[in-house]
């Protein structure tokens, strides 16, 4: 019940974020470069020099594949007929998480061009399809 009203909470909340940015994409041109121009500037800093999306890419695929490897162990080592499960699993997460990337920098491309080159556009087209598909895969499943 209360799994529920959090799943359609988080779709709502992710899908109005979205169409915001749509929003100001459209019909606030100068506050869209203002934003976009806002979260360009933000950079983490790694040892006093700022980290590339290069290394976040690699700290992300090896964190992946860590928690992989010990997830794997831990239930290999508690039922180990269950090893195979979990790397099946871990399989076809990965193939879903790649597509939906792919999918994601698909959509978020063809936002920047319907929004005339402003990133802003693309990342709201995103969300807002992700919580449509979040709502949409929630009616199906009920």
Avoid: H
């Avoid at 779709?11 to 100001?24: A, D, E, N, R």
């Avoid at 979990?86 to 990965?94: I, K, R, V």
Wanted: aromatic content about 12%.
């Amino acid at each position: 019940m209360l799994t529920n009203s959090v799943i359609n909470w988080v779709g709502f909340t992710i899908q109005v974020i979205g169409l915001l940015l749509i929003t100001i994409e459209l019909y606030l041109p100068p506050l869209a470069e203002r934003l976009k121009t806002f979260l360009e500037s933000i950079q983490f800093r790694l040892a006093g020099k700022p980290a590339t999306k290069q290394y976040w890419n690699w700290v992300a695929i090896v964190a992946y594949i860590v928690i992989w490897v010990i997830s794997v162990a831990v239930v290999s080592i508690m039922d180990p007929p269950m090893s195979i499960v979990a790397n099946a699993a871990f399989t076809l997460f990965t193939v879903f998480l790649g597509v939906v990337i792919f999918v994601s920098k698909v959509f978020v491309r063809l936002g920047i061009v319907l929004g005339r080159g402003n990133v802003i556009g693309g990342v709201g087209l995103v969300l807002a399809l992700i919580g449509f598909t979040i709502e949409i895969s929630k009616m199906v499943f009920s």
